[in-house]
């Protein structure tokens, strides 16, 4: 997917402004649970919402994962909870990318009932929860200091996750250059 032009230095410019509001530098593993507080976003359980949802079960889970819905005045995330832990961190990650970078509500389904699916934010919210996951400076922390072993447990996210944001953040590249001139 290609990105706008500049869309991946403002992703990486509020990924920074949220880690700064809640407290956190550059290399340390989010909460997304707490970043949702922080920005008075309201997550929602799907088990609790809806406890006899199809999605909470067997193969069926993986048909949901997350969703952002207006609640008021407010904005509320409802996430599949029945999702490995570090699938659930970025479920919510994802939506919240949604909310910071000024996506819009849209109803999931058309008036035919079909699903809609903008792959251009989705591709950009994507992009901006790996980078609220694992920054760039993250990533270059885990090759450093030779974390990969424990990167997934530290930061809570998946192998494919580790391995996106350790490729996407130039960090093997920059690895691999400094040990050519060192």
């Known amino acids: 997917m290609k990105f706008r032009h500049g869309f991946k230095a403002e992703a990486k410019r509020i ?41 909470l079960h067997g193969e069926n889970r993986k048909f949901f994962s ?5 609640r008021g005045g407010q904005t509320a995330i ?5 999702h490995h832990e570090h699938r659930q961190r970025s479920n919510i990650c994802h939506e919240l990318a949604h909310c910071f970078l000024g996506h819009g509500f849209t ?26 996951l694992l920054t760039d400076e993250g990533a270059m922390h885990v090759l450093r200091r030779r974390l990969t072993d424990e990167a997934q447990h530290l930061y809570g996210v998946s192998e494919q996750m580790l391995q996106l944001r350790l490729n996407m953040s130039g960090a093997y590249i920059r690895m691999r250059r400094a040990a050519v001139y060192s």
């Open 107 to 132: 109803p999931p389904l058309t008036i035919d009932g079909e699903r809609t699916h903008d792959r251009g934010i989705e591709a950009e919210a994507d992009f901006l929860a790996g980078v609220l």
């Open 15 to 55: 990924a920074a402004r949220v880690r700064e509001k809640v407290g956190l530098t550059p290399i340390c593993p989010i909460e997304p649970v707490q970043v949702c507080a922080r920005f008075d976003i309201r997550l929602l359980k799907l088990s609790e919402v809806e406890p006899d949802s199809p999605f």
């Open 66 to 70: 997350a969703v952002t819905v207006p």
């Open 78 to 82: 409802l996430h599949n909870d029945k």
